[in-house]
């Protein structure tokens, strides 16, 4: 059972930072190239599937990471600090998550039905720089995860 929840928590956070990694590193220089309206058209239609996915393997990754603790290790006290790295990483991947749904994310779309293109564009800057510290942790939680247990973590 271990076996599947360990995959299962690779896969949420392997999806939930490679989406991020096509959002930034991907998509958004491509839509640069569309006029700042359409663009933004586009962006309202991006995000709503962006977060789905993100609140998903939020919700997985979560489940499967503090279960695993308690399950393979019997809890923090006993686990390396790779599972506390990744744990302190998955909280804030969270809390970003979290702050960017309530705050920039809410203001893009509400700029972005009322056509205010210019505040369109500057609440997509706010979403898309929580998302670059995001897919930071994301990746660091990934490093860690892969080669914590291996190097004294």
């Known amino acids: 059972m271990h076996h599947l929840a360990i995959a299962l928590h690779v896969l949420s956070v392997a999806a939930w930072t490679g989406g991020l990694f096509l959002l930034l590193v991907v998509l958004r220089p491509a839509l640069l190239a569309v006029e700042p ?3 933004m058209t586009l962006w309202a239609r991006i995000l709503p599937r962006a977060f789905t996915v993100s609140w998903a393997s939020a919700a997985l990754a979560l489940v499967t ?5 308690f399950s393979l290790y019997g809890g923090f006290a006993v686990a390396g600090m790779h599972v506390h790295l990744m744990a302190g990483l998955g909280l804030m991947m969270t809390g970003v998550l979290v702050w960017t749904y309530l705050r920039p994310l809410k203001r893009f779309e509400l700029a972005e039905e ?3 293109v210019a505040g369109a564009e500057r609440a997509l800057g706010a979403v898309l720089a929580w998302q670059w510290a995001t897919l930071a942790f994301g990746a660091a939680a990934l490093v860690i995860g892969g080669v914590g247990a291996y190097i004294g973590f």
């Open 37 to 39: 309206a359409e663009r």
């Open 65 to 69: 990471g503090f279960g695993l603790t």
């Open 114 to 116: 009322s056509a205010d």
